[in-house]
């Protein structure tokens, strides 16, 4: 006989067993950005947070990562992909978590104390639509200390910046967040 107080205790009148509430079925552990479990997250942050968005192939931001992995120590580097090509290569290149889309950037960007991408990524729509308004403006909404890159194929043009390989920029955001944390 197949009832359904076979399997719910609670209709068999077994007063033994506790009954879940419906936040407690899909409770999960929480953890900090360094990765460390915890009952407040983001609560406990060490060193400091930075967050770097890439999308395409990936390659600018697996640059940077390399780059700040060998540059500087207690850093804890997200890697954001507008897809998933562009997360695979940065985690490969050395960051410590890696997401992909929309809603990872729109989230991750609270979290971050520097975001570092190429210019693009304030812009809505751009890098070929890969950029939606709401990335883009949740990014130019942080509160993290934005380091842009420029890119010519963004459509962005800005006066005053001198056009060099992009591999010099990206040895110039180790100094930048070195005196950011300084400070």
Known sequence: MNTLSQYDPRLRGDNSVKTARFGDLFAMPTSDYDGTDSEAAGKVRKGVNILVIDGMGGGIGKS???HLKNALADVKIMAV???SI???AMLKSG???GATGENAVVFNCAKADYIIGVIGIIVANSMHGEISPRMAAAIADSNAHKILIPNDRCNV???GVAEKPVQSYISEIAQIITRGIDK
Request: hydrophobic residues 45%; without cysteine; charged residues 15%.
């Open 64 to 66: 940077v990562i390399e």
């Open 81 to 83: 992909g507008t897809n």
């Open 86 to 88: 562009a997360t695979s």
């Open 95 to 97: 960051a410590d978590w």
């Open 157 to 159: 043009s800005v006066l």
